[in-house]
């Protein structure tokens, strides 16, 4: 409601249900914030820590509900807003943000487009867009194997399962933690026959012309 007017919902697991990997048996995370606290004492916060987050201007109401948010259990966040080219050079850096706010869209509609690009560990040379843009210095060599492996698999059901274990293994250790799913907006004019797709593209060729009768 307050970074989106009411135009998102919960992203749990990460992506949308359309997209092929998303895993429908994981169940939604809860709010709790005494065990939060407690998780933050039992790592030796109790008193909490500062925390700079990085956004764009137009992740700006979000990142303002997630200082609140924090700052309930001891954790003072500062928010920085910047341009996304400043943003972009900063992910790709070698000191990239301590933490930051961004979205992301699998236009293939298949879940590797993240996986590949966010999730896996870095790479230098060789294939190098692996991990291009995995600002977190999170790495997990079982993770690295499995989401190679999941670019060869093409049966349905292999690659399902295997996308599935991957989602479990990155929804424990949490390198990201999702937040939203936004919901697209369209406006058209009465006469104009048009089904809005999932990647949010526009096809001229898709839209037909009803005039009235």
């Known amino acids: 409601r307050r970074g989106f007017g009411g135009l998102a ?23 709790d914030v005494a065990r ?3 998780l933050l004492a039992s790592a030796g916060y109790a008193d909490g820590f500062r925390l700079e987050v990085c956004a764009t201007s137009l992740s700006r109401l979000v990142g303002e509900v997630i200082r ?8 003072k966040v500062a928010l920085r807003i910047l341009p996304w080219d400043d943003l972009y050079r900063r992910f790709v850096s070698d000191s990239p943000p301590q933490a930051s706010i961004f979205g992301w869209s699998c236009n293939s509609g298949d879940e ?25 210095g999170w790495s997990n ?4 194997q499995l989401i190679t492996e999941s670019r060869h698999v093409m049966r349905v059901q ?5 996308l599935g274990r991957i ?7 949490l390198p990201y933690i ?16 048009w089904k809005p797709r999932i990647d949010s593209r526009i096809y001229l060729h898709e839209l037909e012309w009803q005039p009235p009768r």
């Open 158 to 162: 292999d690659r399902l399962a295997m």
């Open 9 to 31: 919902r919960p992203a749990y697991p990460r992506g949308p249900p359309e997209v092929v990997g998303c895993d429908h048996q994981l169940p939604p995370g809860g709010r």
């Open 68 to 75: 609140d948010n924090l700052g309930e259990i001891g954790i």
């Open 112 to 136: 590797s487009d993240f996986l590949d690009t966010c999730l896996h560990s870095r790479q230098s040379g060789g294939d190098a867009r692996m991990g291009e843009l995995n600002s977190t």
């Open 167 to 173: 989602n479990r293994i990155a929804l424990e250790e």
């Open 178 to 193: 999702p937040l939203t799913i936004d919901t697209e907006v369209y406006g058209h004019i009465a006469g104009l026959e």
């Open 141 to 144: 060599p079982e993770l690295d």
């Open 36 to 38: 939060a606290r407690a």
